[in-house]
């Protein structure tokens, strides 16, 4: 048995920790939400799913817009299935950041080793969600061709997006900072659940599902009631379907961009400052390695 | 300065209403080169207390330092030089390979590809992974996880290891290997590497480390080395008492015994030699007890109460099979500090 082989660990060399972090949280996120042993359980989840969501969406419009009689509004559609397709960031990365602490606290008891190394947990988190981005992007790219096709040949309700007209840069700057607002949603859900037991399930889902409703997903925010609107205003998932929109029609979108980039600060800040306080709780609480307590 | 220093450590759960005091003002120093086994029931505080060493836990009052730097306001730094196994756990990633389970963690603690990739290497042919390098986790027995657990643990090459009961749940060949491995790692480089063990196993601790201390009910009640441990107990006597009975209630000739003057302690053995036994046709218990066959270890403060309580137990009808005076074990100095009320927790 050769042990004299160990030498000091050259700690901070090369690459800075957090970069690395970010690079092994991309990296494992890849690996663990691809699950590559299980191609069918990824394509369910990676393609058909999102697609099912999206054309359930479409045909509730269909369905609404005959049944009040005003026929098929390509605008409208236009609004409601762009709406739904790109809900498919924030939704898959919050709901994959919050179940995050359970999978690495009771599912694979890595955690409190992640936790104790000196990489800092909130890279860890950035890279986790990332790696979940790749894959929403995926879904996304897959459910607006194929729910376009739907809807225009069956439907005859096509998305009235000229290729010619797409302002790309406004498009991938909205969706990196679309990313961004959804990493920096997941770190609180991340944080929340950090010091709770119960809620590791629910969370996720109450927070999609009041993200549907307030973002301006089927619907433009001004239609809420007023306290509710103004809450939407707020949220960078409403600006950045916003932007997308616009971008994607050929529309200024700079002034929805600026929102959003305005929206993201203030969420950083918020999502930073809450996973500093709550790591300092869990520390005191205990929470980082308890695996359950119903 | 020293590996790992604590003062007047203390650790308060609240628990629906309730608080519990799981450490109550620890003191340890341990030194450089050292390993110290921490020994206790289910409950002292041993867990608890590597939690905070490890950064895990926050501690109510008092503080604690790894190589002079404080464990709460210097976590950062702490985390670079530390690492920790837990015993009857397998952390890892199912769908990662043994190899990238450990290149994950090398890359968290921020090793260079390189010396990542020579450590790894080694820690796979130490352990004896090699023809697992390339397996998924979720493929491995429960024994070569726990051998990549133990990997991972020295994956930064750290100043000091948190050892929590690192062979529960491994078998007889795993647990000897293990232990081997530890002393080996620490006798590499006596200067620079640092060993806390927790455990219930008296001959693991007797076996591989060099200072003892023993927590009950959140307090180090003894903290020496394993010799000058047994020393302390020179003046009392070690006996082993093997008895035959019919009788179905363990519980009360132990109290029976320990409630009687110049009893030090007292307690049932549930020996590897029982289990033997049981092996070549006896009805073995981990009891102490085969067949009605009892066997207690008692501490007498003085050997002329060996007469007495053979007449005692004659007379409580046991046939009394045999007395030996043994030497005095770790097993004698953990009965004399926590005595059977420690025995009944664990």
Known sequence: MAV????????????????RTVVQGVWLGWKVESNWTNPFVFLTYLIAKPIAGVILVGLVFVIGSSASGMGSREDLFFYVFIGAVFFIYPAT???????????????????????????????YIVGRGMASAINASVSVAVSLIIGSIIFSNHFSLPLSIDVVRVDYPALVASILLGVAAS????????AINLITFKLQYSLAEYTTGVLFLLSGVVFPTSMLPYPASLIGGALPTTHFLNAVREALAGDHAYTSMAYLLLS????AVISLACMNRVESLARMKGTIDRKAEY | MYAVETIDLSRVFELKGRRILALDGINIRIGKGEILGL???NGAGKTTLVKILSTLLLPTS???????????RDAKYVRGIINLVSGGETPGYGMLTVRENLWLFSQLYGLSSGIARERIEMLI????LEQYRDVRMHRLSTGYRQRLNL????????KVLFLDEPTLGLDVINAKHMRRYIRDWVDADGEERTILLTTHYLAEAEEVCDKIAIIYRGRIVAYETPLALKASLSDGVSIQVELLSNRTTKGSIVEEISSRDGVLACMLVPSQNVVEQGDHGGNARYDGSIDGLTRLRIMLDDDSKIPDLVSMLVMNGYRVLSVRRDQPTLEDVYMRYVGSMGNEES
């Open chain 1, 4 to 19: 004299e082989g160990h030498r000091p660990s050259p700690i901070g060399r090369g690459m800075s920790t957090v970069i």
């Open chain 1, 93 to 123: 990365m919050t709901v994959s950041l919050a179940y995050l602490v359970h999978e690495d606290r009771a599912k694979y008891e890595s955690l409190k080793h992640i936790y104790i190394t000196p990489a800092s947990l909130t890279p």
């Open chain 1, 183 to 190: 990493i920096l949603l997941g770190i609180i859900l991340y």
């Open chain 1, 264 to 267: 993201t600060l203030a969420l």
């Open chain 2, 39 to 41: 020994l206790g029931a």
């Open chain 2, 62 to 72: 008092g503080s604690a330092y790894i190589h002079g730097h404080d464990v709460v």
């Open chain 2, 125 to 128: 042919r130490d352990m004896g």
């Open chain 2, 151 to 158: 990997a991972r643990g020295f994956i930064n090459d750290p």
